[in-house]
């Protein structure tokens, strides 16, 4: 049975929104995979989103995922007939990962807009520090000389932003719309920053311990009424 927290977001603009990342989702997970080549294809993103993290964007090639999911490039080819279409559904599959991370997220904290907030901002931190960070790096890389690349990746982020200037308006229901879009940028700033400093869990002294603590006072600072 769901609780009181679950029917409250589930009726709102945050869940609508993750439940459309999560549909984006352009294979089925390792679980959900029923069919031979939905296996194939999971095995691929995997692989791919694995070559990239590793070979960086100078090494990430078809010939490269190939060898790490043990198939024929020809194979590879016959699922994602171009790199751009591998990128793009590696892109995807990943916006669907968060947004499931998020949901799981908000769905299982105090109804609280704050805490949900605080909890959200904590979440990405501490998903920083973690091996599989070093994808996005590397993908903004590419986006730098890819158009296209650049604008799918941008839907990440906008997905990201729109949960944040959401729990600002709850937060601060007088906030004005372009207030929050700003705040929220800068939120989205100071965490997406940090990876050049804890990204893969490089530095934990000092003030590298805990660096969400410092952005959630500013974010109270910035939210707090006169």
């Known amino acids: 049975m769901e609780n009181s ?4 977001l589930k009726s709102s603009p945050i869940e609508t929104l993750l439940q459309e990342l999560v549909a984006r989702r352009p294979v089925p997970t390792t679980a959900e995979a029923t069919r031979k080549s939905e296996r194939t294809q999971r095995l691929i993103l ?6 990239l993290t590793s070979e960086g964007a100078h090494g990430f090639s078809l010939r490269a995922v190939a060898e790490k999911a043990e198939l024929s490039q020809g194979n590879l080819t016959y699922h994602f007939p171009s790199k751009r279409k591998l990128l793009e559904a590696m892109i995807d599959d990943r916006i669907a990962d968060y947004g499931e991370m998020f949901r799981d997220k908000v769905l299982t904290v105090d109804q609280n807009p704050r805490v949900r907030l605080d909890s959200l901002v904590r979440l990405l931190v501490a998903d920083l520090r973690t091996p599989n960070i ?7 890389a590419l986006g730098l000389t890819d158009l296209e690349i650049w604008k799918r990746v941008q839907k990440i982020y906008d997905a990201e932003r729109a949960i944040f200037v959401t ?3 709850d937060i601060d ?5 372009e207030r929050a879009q700003a705040l929220a ?4 700033s100071a965490i997406e920053g940090l990876t050049l400093f804890i990204g893969l869990d490089r530095l934990r002294h000092g003030p590298f311990a805990d660096p969400a ?3 959630i006072r500013a974010i109270d600072a910035a939210t707090r009424r006169p």
């Open 185 to 188: 940028l800068h939120i989205q």
């Open 213 to 215: 603590d410092e952005i």
């Open 134 to 140: 070093g994808f996005f790096p590397h993908l903004w």
């Open 5 to 8: 927290v679950e029917k409250t």
């Open 167 to 169: 729990l600002l308006g």
């Open 46 to 51: 995997d692989c791919a989103i694995r070559a």
């Open 173 to 177: 229901p007088v906030m004005p719309p």
